[in-house]
């Protein structure tokens, strides 16, 4: 019988090529969904949805969609049409007739939502248990709580029940989940995900997550959901990427504020992360974390809690059915607080925002655990707040600040504490380059928009080099120009440069050159300083590609030495060492 259980994206799209039915496959991953544990979906998985989509694809190529029929679950506060959001809340379930848009999205891409996934209620919470569904178990140990709010999420992928899912992150709820069962959590840039379709709990600071067991089939499925929705007033254009310096600065907390004190395990574990992240050529740099700590602390011990009054308080005002009492309570306090209140919070984020701003010039990630730790399920049932709070001091800043996270397993994955990779807005790209870097160990080379081609005192380790370093280019490697060309040094220039020709057919060398990579808006600022004689043109390369490079206007080789035969501006300058 057909077992998906554990598969990705590559075994699905596997086993369409083999020839097996997109049908096959869908029942085999309800049945799956039938026998999951308690808590993982609120309500029974969507076979007649589910079915009626595998039916849709079934004459479609599979090669033409990314997702052709892969499964995933929604949290059950992103709308999927004709099935009721609950929100983790009996009394406030509706039917809406659309799709939330990040679903759409991935319908439109070939994916098939099979089931509505649990949370902690109104996503307002950190620890999975805030649900009148049942408490889905934490993969790695049934002690401990599952994380929240995107609980049933994290639990569905962690159980290899589906490759990925959906869930929401505010306040860590897409990064705690996926640390706590060990698996991989994208928390994108605020904004370049539309949330149209979705309950809103902190509306600005909401964002759809995404899970998956490696960071590929996470970063895969991310990509699809970056959309600037014109009917969406929360989502906004990129306005650049953000490109990490060629060995990337990581940074580290100098000390551990009161309350972020880490367990044995979490510290042992995060530890040996930073020397992976080491050994992968990433520079560590140790950075003080007080503010950011502080900040986070605003998100419910502040007028922001009135946020999500704001979002579902008449639910919560009315005593709806099924209400979980500690949701009651965060959600009910935002009705005791002022206008005045509101601009004070405001205040205060605006301090803090420009205290934490200067950390970012000196560093490109920083790098935390999770959570402290684990929190177990007894703790929780003594004291619905106080676990709650300490899952969300390393995660609660992220948003606020604007910046965009991954969340990727510690260790062997088996340990309930992933490392958390926190970056600027628009970060994400980088972000999951680097994640997949510490997963698999090799971190693989950014290759931006704009590619220039560079022949003499550009290129690695010469003078010049640092113009291309200080806009973020990234050295995408060493290669040779087709045999049309001729090199020659120029008389007078400081330092020294040489100028390469296009030259007749059959008059020319293979010069070695570099091919380095930098963001459109860097490359613009890079040519408008290349004073004359020398120019950007378009080079052919030997294997044929071609890209913008120097070249010298020939009225500037007069007297100029014919260098050619050295092959390379290298060769020459070691020539008259």
Same mark, same amino acid.
């Given at each position: 019988?057909?077992?998906?259980?554990?598969?990705?994206?590559?075994?699905?799209?596997?086993?369409?090529?083999?020839?097996?039915?997109?049908?096959?496959?869908?029942?085999?991953?309800?049945?799956?969904?039938?026998?999951? +544990?308690?808590?993982?979906?609120?309500?029974?998985?969507?076979?007649?949805?589910?079915?009626?989509?595998? *039916?849709?694809?079934?004459?479609?190529?599979?090669?033409?969609?990314?997702?052709?029929?892969?499964?995933?679950?929604?949290?059950?506060?992103?709308?999927?049409?004709?099935? +009721?959001?609950?929100?983790?809340? !009996?009394?406030?379930?509706?039917?809406?007739?659309?799709?939330?848009?990040?679903? *759409? /999205?991935?319908?439109?891409?070939?994916?098939?939502?099979?089931?509505?996934?649990?949370?902690?209620?109104?996503?307002?919470?950190?620890?999975?248990?805030?649900?009148?569904?049942?408490?889905?178990?934490?993969?790695?140990?049934?002690?401990?709580?599952?994380?929240?709010?995107?609980?049933?999420?994290?639990?569905?992928?962690?159980?290899?029940?589906? +490759?990925?899912?959906?869930?929401?992150?505010?306040?860590?709820?897409?990064?705690?989940?996926?640390?706590?069962?060990?698996?991989?959590?994208?928390?994108?840039?605020?904004?370049?995900?539309?949330?149209?379709?979705?309950?809103?709990?902190?509306? @600005?600071?909401?964002?759809?997550?995404?899970?998956?067991?490696?960071?590929?089939?996470?970063?895969?499925?991310?990509?699809? #959901?970056?959309?600037?929705?014109?009917?969406?007033?929360?989502?906004?254009?990129?306005?650049?990427?953000?490109?990490?310096?060629?060995?990337?600065?990581?940074?580290?907390?100098?000390?551990?504020?009161?309350?972020?004190?880490?367990?044995?395990?979490?510290?042992?574990?995060?530890?040996?992360?930073?020397? /992976? #992240?080491?050994?992968?050529?990433?520079?560590?740099?140790?950075?003080?974390?007080?503010?950011?700590?502080?900040?986070?602390?605003?998100?419910?011990?502040?007028?922001?809690?009135?946020?999500?009054?704001? *979002?579902?308080?008449?639910?919560?005002?009315?005593?709806?059915?099924?209400?979980?009492?500690?949701?009651?309570?965060?959600?009910?306090?935002?009705?005791?607080?002022?206008?005045?209140? *509101?601009?004070?919070?405001?205040?205060?984020?605006?301090?803090?925002?420009?205290?934490?701003? !200067?950390?970012?010039?000196?560093?490109?990630?920083?790098?935390? +655990?999770?959570?402290?730790?684990?929190?177990?399920?007894?703790?929780?049932?003594?004291?619905?707040?106080?676990?709650?709070?300490?899952?969300?001091?390393?995660?609660?800043?992220?948003?606020?600040?604007?910046?965009?996270?991954?969340?990727?397993?510690?260790?062997?994955?088996?340990?309930?504490?992933?490392?958390?990779?926190?970056?600027?807005?628009?970060?994400?790209?980088?972000?999951?380059?680097?994640?997949?870097?510490?997963?698999?160990?090799?971190?693989?080379?950014?290759? /931006?928009?704009?590619?220039?081609?560079?022949?003499?005192?550009?290129?690695?380790?010469?003078?010049?080099?640092? /113009?291309?370093?200080?806009?973020?280019?990234?050295?995408?490697?060493?290669?040779?120009?087709?045999?049309?060309? @001729?090199?020659?040094?120029?008389?007078?220039?400081?330092?020294?440069? !040489?100028?390469?020709?296009?030259?007749?057919?059959?008059?020319?060398?293979?010069?070695?050159?570099?091919?380095?990579?930098?963001?459109?808006?860097?490359?613009?600022?890079?040519?408008?300083?290349?004073?004359?004689?020398?120019?950007?043109?378009?080079?052919?390369?030997?294997?044929?590609?071609?890209?913008?490079?120097?070249?010298?206007?020939?009225?500037? #080789?007069?007297?100029?030495?014919?260098?050619?035969?050295?092959?390379?501006?290298?060769?020459?300058?070691?020539?008259?060492?």
């Amino acid at each position: 019988m057909l077992d998906p259980t554990g598969w990705g994206l590559r075994d699905f799209a596997d086993a369409y090529r083999s020839g097996i039915s997109v049908t096959a496959v869908i029942e085999a991953t309800l049945d799956l969904l039938r026998r999951a +544990p308690i808590g993982v979906l609120i309500g029974p998985p969507l076979d007649r949805l589910a079915l009626a989509d595998a *039916a849709r694809l079934a004459d479609i190529d599979p090669s033409s969609l990314p997702l052709y029929g892969v499964p995933f679950v929604a949290k059950d506060n992103i709308d999927v049409a004709g099935v +009721p959001t609950t929100a983790g809340c !009996p009394g406030y379930a509706y039917t809406p007739s659309a799709y939330a848009t990040v679903v *759409a /999205q991935l319908r439109a891409a070939g994916a098939i939502v099979v089931g509505k996934a649990n949370l902690d209620q109104f996503a307002t919470g950190l620890v999975g248990t805030r649900t009148p569904y049942g408490v889905p178990p934490n993969v790695l140990d049934p002690a401990l709580v599952p994380g929240g709010s995107s609980s049933g999420s994290a639990v569905a992928v962690g159980l290899g029940l589906v +490759p990925f899912s959906l869930g929401t992150d505010t306040a860590g709820s897409g990064r705690v989940p996926a640390a706590l069962n060990g698996i991989v959590g994208i928390k994108p840039t605020l904004g370049s995900c539309s949330t149209r379709g979705i309950v809103p709990a902190v509306r @600005r600071l909401d964002c759809p997550s995404v899970f998956a067991r490696d960071v590929a089939d996470a970063a895969a499925v991310a990509a699809l #959901l970056r959309h600037d929705d014109p009917d969406d007033d929360s989502t906004r254009r990129v306005p650049r990427r953000t490109v990490f310096r060629a060995e990337p600065v990581i940074g580290v907390p100098r000390r551990w504020p009161p309350g972020t004190e880490l367990n044995p395990v979490t510290a042992e574990s995060f530890d040996r992360s930073v020397e /992976q #992240l080491a050994a992968l050529g990433c520079r560590i740099e140790h950075v003080d974390i007080e503010r950011l700590v502080e900040i986070g602390a605003l998100l419910y011990s502040s007028s922001l809690v009135a946020e999500r009054t704001t *979002a579902v308080g008449a639910a919560v005002d009315t005593g709806v059915e099924g209400l979980d009492v500690a949701v009651g309570a965060i959600i009910g306090r935002g009705n005791s607080m002022s206008a005045t209140d *509101a601009y004070a919070t405001e205040y205060d984020l605006a301090r803090f925002r420009a205290v934490a701003a !200067p950390m970012w010039d000196a560093i490109d990630v920083l790098a935390l +655990p999770t959570t402290t730790g684990p929190a177990s399920l007894d703790e929780v049932s003594a004291d619905p707040f106080g676990p709650n709070e300490r899952l969300g001091r390393l995660t609660t800043f992220v948003n606020l600040l604007d910046l965009a996270a991954v969340v990727v397993p510690m260790g062997d994955g088996r340990i309930p504490c992933g490392l958390q990779l926190i970056g600027r807005a628009w970060s994400d790209l980088e972000l999951e380059r680097l994640a997949s870097g510490f997963e698999t160990g090799h971190l693989a080379t950014a290759v /931006q928009p704009a590619t220039v081609v560079v022949v003499g005192a550009h290129l690695l380790g010469l003078p010049l080099n640092h /113009q291309l370093t200080e806009r973020r280019a990234t050295l995408v490697g060493p290669a040779r120009t087709s045999a049309d060309y @001729r090199l020659y040094a120029l008389d007078g220039t400081v330092p020294a440069k !040489p100028g390469m020709v296009r030259v007749e057919p059959g008059t020319g060398v293979e010069i070695e050159v570099e091919i380095w990579s930098m963001g459109i808006e860097e490359f613009g600022s890079f040519v408008a300083a290349i004073p004359p004689p020398l120019s950007i043109g378009t080079i052919t390369l030997a294997d044929g590609t071609a890209h913008k490079g120097f070249l010298c206007e020939p009225i500037a #080789l007069t007297g100029a030495a014919d260098i050619s035969d050295f092959g390379g501006w290298r060769a020459y300058l070691a020539s008259r060492s």
